[in-house]
């Protein structure tokens, strides 16, 4: 079976892997578009808060 191919701004930025580093923790990556569109930066802080049943993640000085 062939590999699809992942193409800048296609619907695959949704889609994202849940991977685990070290024994507690997890991470996700972004698609560099929605950082760019956020101005944000390597190392930005940010905040993430648990509403319901969604992950929200915010830039750490606009709280």
Known sequence: MPRTQRRHGSGSEKIRKLS??????????????????????????VTVEMEDDHLIIRDWKKN
Do not use: A, C, H, V
Request: positive net charge; glycine residues 8%.
């Open 20 to 45: 685990k580093t070290g024994r507690y923790s997890y991470y996700i990556t972004m698609p560099k578009s929605f950082i760019d569109r956020l101005g944000w930066r390597e190392r930005q802080l």
